[in-house]
Every structure is written in C-alpha cells, then in structure tokens.
C-alpha cells in the first residue's frame, strides 16, 4: 500500500519560516520525482516546487522561486519543502505528490502526470 504523508504544517507569522516534511512508504522512492502543490480556499491546487531523483534539478513556481526550496533524502524516503519569508498568500494545505516518470521536460506543473498524492497539511501565515 502506498502512502506519502506530509508533516510540519503549523500557524507562522508573516516573515517567518517553516518546513514540511513528506515521508513515503510503499514505493521505490529514489525512482519517483517528487512534487509539493498546494490549494488554497476556493482555489484550484496549483504546483509549488518539484525535484529530480536524485534531486540534482529543481524547479519552482514563480511566486515562491528564491523563497522556498525543495529537498529529498532518499535515504530516508522524504521529501521536504523548506518555506522562507512566508506571507499571507502562501496559506494553504500543502500536498506532496510521486511521479514515476522521466523528469525531462515541462510536465511538473501538471497535476495529472502525479501517480501518488499525500493527504496534505494545513499551513497558515497571520499577517
């Protein structure tokens, strides 16, 4: 059975930082690029950053780029999302997700090229 579940989430002031952490179990994790998205409140979910297998290529949306930054430790089969300058607009429930695929191309922001999603966590800046 596979399972990505997501942690970390919390309440942080606007400026502030946080880190999410998604732990997999159930699949070949080093094989699998990984993806964090997010969704706010009556807004679609939308991607936020991705990262190779072997983690050497990242990429980022523009509203986070040089804010937020994406790392995996494939030996402990996790993913993590360390979130900087954090400002009322990134509130949202934080999804992780695994995609088996080559991770050439354009393809992160798709949410339908992911085969695994965690089940999310709730971040929230106050301003």
């Known amino acids: 059975q596979v399972q990505l579940v997501e942690s970390g989430g919390g309440l942080v002031q606007a400026g502030g930082s946080l880190r999410v952490s998604c732990t997999a179990s159930?699949?070949?994790?080093?094989?699998?690029?990984m993806g964090w998205f997010r969704q706010a409140p009556g807004k679609e979910r939308m991607f936020v950053a991705g990262?190779?297998?072997?983690?050497?290529?990242?990429h980022y949306a523009i509203s986070v780029k040089g804010r937020f930054s994406i790392s995996r430790d494939n030996a402990k089969n996790t993913v993590y999302l360390q979130m900087n300058s954090l400002i009322p607009e990134d509130t949202a429930v934080y999804y992780c997700?695994?995609?088996?695929?080559?991770?050439?191309?354009?393809?992160?922001?798709?949410?339908?090229?992911?085969?695994?999603w965690g089940q999310g966590t709730q971040v929230t800046v106050s301003p």
């Open positions: 159930g699949i070949t994790f080093s094989s699998y690029a």
């Open positions: 990262l190779t297998r072997s983690g050497d290529n990242t």
């Open positions: 997700a695994a995609a088996l695929r080559s991770s050439s191309g354009s393809w992160w922001d798709d949410m339908y090229e992911y085969d695994y």
